[in-house]
C-alpha cells in the first residue's frame, strides 16, 4: 500500500516563474478555445458559464483514437471539441458514434 503523506512545498524560482508563465498560457489558450466553441454552437459566454478542458480518451467506429474534450459548460450542459474529426458539438456525444 502506498503511504500518502500531506506535502507543500515551495517551487525554486526557476521553477516558479516557468510555472506562472506557463499557468497564463494555458489560461490564454483555453479561453481562446472557449470563445471558438461558443462562437461555433452559438452559445453565450457569462460569468456562469464553466470553461476548462476535461478530455476523455474514445475509440472511434474506425478504430482510431481520439478524444471528446468538455470545454464550455452551463446549466443546459457541456460544449465539447472532439478531435478527430475536429468538430464542437452540444451536449457533449450529440453527435453519435463518430
Same mark, same amino acid.
Given at each position: 500500500? $502506498?503511504? +500518502?503523506? $500531506?506535502? *507543500?512545498?515551495?517551487?525554486?524560482?526557476?521553477?516558479?516563474? *516557468?510555472? *506562472?508563465?506557463?499557468?497564463?498560457?494555458? *489560461?490564454? @489558450?483555453?479561453?481562446?478555445?472557449?470563445?471558438?466553441?461558443? @462562437? $461555433?454552437?452559438?452559445?453565450?459566454?457569462? =460569468?456562469? $458559464?464553466?470553461?476548462?478542458?476535461?478530455?476523455?480518451?474514445?475509440?472511434?467506429?474506425?478504430?482510431?483514437?481520439?478524444?471528446?474534450?468538455? +470545454?464550455?459548460?452551463?446549466?443546459?450542459?457541456?460544449?465539447?471539441?472532439?478531435?478527430? =474529426?475536429? +468538430?464542437?458539438?452540444? =451536449?457533449?456525444?450529440?453527435?453519435? =458514434?463518430?
Amino acid at each position: 500500500m $502506498t503511504d +500518502i503523506t $500531506t506535502k *507543500r512545498v515551495e517551487l525554486q524560482p526557476a521553477d516558479r516563474e *516557468r510555472m *506562472r508563465y506557463l499557468s497564463g498560457e494555458v *489560461r490564454d @489558450r483555453l479561453a481562446e478555445m472557449a470563445q471558438i466553441t461558443a @462562437r $461555433t454552437l452559438g452559445m453565450d459566454l457569462n =460569468p456562469e $458559464t464553466v470553461v476548462k478542458f476535461d478530455p476523455l480518451a474514445v475509440h472511434h467506429d474506425d478504430g482510431e483514437a481520439g478524444m471528446h474534450v468538455e +470545454i464550455i459548460c452551463g446549466p443546459e450542459g457541456c460544449g465539447c471539441y472532439v478531435e478527430p =474529426p475536429g +468538430i464542437c458539438e452540444f =451536449p457533449c456525444g450529440a453527435a453519435g =458514434p463518430l
